[in-house]
């Protein structure tokens, strides 16, 4: 049984931080450092200096249209609880992962199992843009240019058996890594799962980098799910494990509050959460709310994989 503590993010949404606040302190911070106060953490420093590699990605279709969230925030407000559960703790405390070198274990239901570095499982030479809206289940979102391949090209090249019926994905869980691993806060490591034909959509994407360079530590480096279609949670980051499963696997958030956060976890304004409403939300760097689409706007390219599902029991 864990213990838990009072989670932020699993707060009313109106009482977590705002992210004009956050971004506020961060631009007095960099101000304080231009200015030459030396106040700054050494870790802030550490993070700077790590050099992100310009990615080459050929462009694709997947483009909202809609301009896309400064860099600062997507890197700067960020999820990610083995570096703490502040909105800035990763930006802060991921300069201690090391993305490289990197290797993902695959196993289950496959013919080509093995323990694959990144750069066998992942072409390089073939990667894509797609710009996708994110949207977090804190009724936030932003808009990500990211860079990566799709998770089918993956699946292909490890030969899914005819018995495979989901996936299932472990982030890294190293405590000499990850300062947060130390709270109980989930079930560590990290678990998410999909649905195979939803792994298979043309949507499903694997990223490796963000507005044209290698990704940041705190946004899940060096290989991290995109689900557009779900809330932002879906989309684990620093993925070392893919093992495909005849039954659905366990996910951190369904095992913390099954009542709150469902396998499915489809964008749906029409099912609140317990503590909020899902029907708006706030685009960083925006004042006021927008409402939120079905499926987050993609559902011409998904809703047929959920025809006669209910989808208020299925959340
Ligand atoms: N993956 C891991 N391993 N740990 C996490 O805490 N947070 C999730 C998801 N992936 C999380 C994770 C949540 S709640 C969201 S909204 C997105 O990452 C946030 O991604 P971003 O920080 O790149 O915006």
Known sequence: MLIKRSERWQESENSVTSET?????????????????????????????????????RSTAFDPGESPTPEAAITQYNNYYEFGTGKDDPAENAWRLKPAPWSVKVDGLVDKPATYALEDLVDFNALEDRIYRLRCVEAWSMIVPWVGIPLASVLKKIEPQSGAKY?????????????????????????????????????????????????????????????????????????????????????????????????????????????????????????????????????????????????SKNY
């Open 21 to 57: 606040i956050y971004l506020n302190r961060r631009r007095l911070l960099a101000g304080a450092a231009v200015a030459g106060a030396a106040a700054l953490a050494p870790s802030v420093f550490a993070q700077r200096d790590r050099v992100l590699k310009p990615l080459a990605a």
């Open 167 to 311: 996936v299932a994905f472990e982030t890294l869980a190293d405590r000499k890594q990850m300062p947060g691993l130390r709270w109980p806060v989930l079930d560590w490591p990290y678990t998410e799962g999909l649905r195979l034909d939803e792994a298979m959509n043309d949507l499903a994407f694997l990223a490796v980098g963000l507005y044209g360079k290698e990704l940041p530590n705190q946004n899940g480096a060096p290989l991290r799910l995109v689900v557009p279609w779900k809330y932002g949670f879906k989309s684990i980051k620093s993925i070392v494990r893919i093992s495909l499963t005849d039954t659905q696997p366990a996910t951190s958030w369904n095992i913390s509050a099954p009542r709150e956060y469902g396998f499915y976890s489809n964008v749906n304004p029409m099912v609140n959460h317990p503590r909020w409403s899902q029907r708006r939300e706030r685009r960083i760097g925006e004042f006021g709310r927008r409402e939120t689409a079905m499926f987050n706007g993609y559902g011409d390219l998904v809703a047929d994989m959920y025809a006669g599902m209910d989808l």
